[in-house]
């Protein structure tokens, strides 16, 4: 069986702002909780790529990862083609979008 990723998990100081933000370029999340940890926001892509958003914590600080998506023209609001945006960590996220 082929190497798949199945999980990403950004951490962030802004939960909320990220979530709208992702949530922008058409990703559906769903707030869960685990146990006693932190509430935190899911979304599985289609391949089933699993991408969360955290809040941070003295062990686990803002990540710093550079992300990229493909998106549909109806799912983001932006023009076709490729587009470099920042969420509201920082972070690089680099979004293609289809005609």
């Given amino acids: 069986m082929p190497t798949t ?12 702002q990220c979530r709208e933000f992702y949530a922008g370029l058409g990703l559906e999340f769903v707030a869960e909780q685990h146990g006693s ?9 289609p391949g089933g790529l699993v991408i969360e958003l955290y809040p941070t914590s003295t062990r686990r600080p803002v990540s710093s990862n550079r992300l990229g998506f493909s998106v549909s023209l109806a799912a983001a609001d932006l023009a076709p083609g490729r587009h470099v945006l920042t969420d509201p960590d920082g972070r690089a996220v680099e979004v293609q979008v289809g005609a």
């Fill in 5 to 16: 990723a199945v999980l990403l998990v950004v951490y962030t100081d802004r939960l909320e």
């Fill in 37 to 45: 940890g932190p509430e935190h926001y899911a979304a599985t892509l």
